[in-house]
Structure formats: structure tokens, C-alpha cells
């Protein structure tokens, strides 16, 4: 019903910044509340950032709070996650979901979910 693709991965040094894009198709986008989730080597996946279906509300997980930023552009239909002064501990690959009820902060809670892009922070 709903496709996502992740765009933006590559390889930084400690300290740098990078753009993730996350373009939909196949269903009504301003509908669908919006999760990044990542995944490290040997780790579960885990919820990094949220938002809302109209924008106005976002969640950060901890880690990465002060430093990610989601937004959203829904006549474009394309979620993205600015992430700032990246750590060697952001290494993974980072994933975006989506889900119809929304925000969730849970690989279960969400209910599409694209192919992932690889982010590697070298230090």
C-alpha cells in the first residue's frame, strides 16, 4: 500500500552532519505519522526520531536528541532526518516507518517501513 525509500547514507568523520531523505508513495502521506529507527551491527532496532502526520509535533530519543532534527515536507510527500555532530555511536542503518495510527514509537507500532540507507561515522 505505502513505499518508502531512504536516501542520504554515506560515510563521515566524527563531528560531521548528514541529511537522510525517506520519499513516499502509494498512499495518502499527510495521513501517516512518521518514525526513524536505526539499527547497529548485533543490536535491536531501535526508534531514534518521530513526528506527526501535520509536522507539529516531533520526538527525539535521548541519544540524539540536540543534535537530529526531523521534518516534513507533505507536498512533497518526503520525511527527513538532519542529523548534526554525529557520533562514532550513530553507526547503523537507519530506517524509516511509517504508521497509520500515529506517532509510534515501536518497530510494532508502525506499518510500513522502508529499505534502509547506511550511515558509518569513522573516527
Known amino acids: 500500500h505505502v513505499q518508502l525509500v531512504e536516501s542520504g547514507g554515506g560515510l563521515v568523520q566524527v563531528g560531521g552532519s548528514l541529511r537522510l531523505s525517506c520519499a513516499a508513495s502509494?498512499?495518502?502521506?499527510?495521513?501517516?505519522?512518521m518514525g526513524w529507527f536505526r539499527q547497529a551491527p548485533g543490536k535491536e532496532r531501535e526508534v531514534v526520531s518521530a513526528i506527526t502526520s501535520s509536522g507539529a509535533g516531533t520526538w527525539a530519543a535521548n541519544s540524539v536528541k540536540g543534535r537530529f532534527t526531523n521534518t516534513r515536507d507533505n507536498a512533497k510527500s518526503t520525511v527527513y532526518l538532519h542529523m548534526n555532530n554525529l557520533k562514532s555511536e550513530d553507526t547503523a542503518v537507519y530506517y524509516c516507518?511509517?504508521?497509520?495510527?500515529?506517532?509510534?514509537?515501536?518497530?510494532?507500532?508502525?506499518?510500513?517501513w522502508g529499505q534502509g540507507t547506511q550511515v558509518t561515522v569513522s573516527s
Open positions: 516507518a511509517a504508521s497509520k495510527t500515529g506517532l509510534r514509537k515501536t518497530v510494532v507500532g508502525n506499518d510500513y
Open positions: 502509494g498512499g495518502t502521506f499527510s495521513m501517516h505519522a
